[in-house]
């Protein structure tokens, strides 16, 4: 009976609630990694697959220095995820960014 109540906690709920949305997120994350190790292999390579978990949305320029290389490398990059659908895309302005929205939506959970 003391362990009925004990989960009931409100803090231990958010924990038990975080971990489950941990595992969706590792769960995500090795899903997309076999996927895009199979369809794009060099994109997989250049470590691509780690910035869309790093940081959910992108921006071409961003992920360029985050793997070092040119912002149109990229751009084909991204554009070629987007057309598998891993991420989607949004035009913000003069920006034009990437987003996991998979991601976004466990997150949001």
Do not use: C, W
Request: net charge positive; hydrophobic share 40%.
């Amino acid at each position: 009976m003391h362990l009925l109540l004990f989960i009931r906690k409100k803090g231990v709920r958010f924990y038990v609630i975080r971990l489950k949305t941990l595992f969706n997120i590792i769960e995500l994350y090795n899903h997309y990694k076999e996927k895009i190790l199979n369809k794009h292999q060099k994109i997989a390579r250049a470590g691509v697959i780690d910035t869309m978990f790093y940081s959910p949305v992108r921006s071409p320029v961003s992920l360029g220095e985050r793997i070092g290389v040119h912002y149109t490398t990229a751009t084909r990059y991204l554009s070629e995820l987007k057309d598998s659908g891993f991420l989607v895309d949004l035009n913000y302005g003069k920006y034009h960014l990437f987003i996991n929205k998979a991601l976004l939506d466990i997150i949001q959970e």
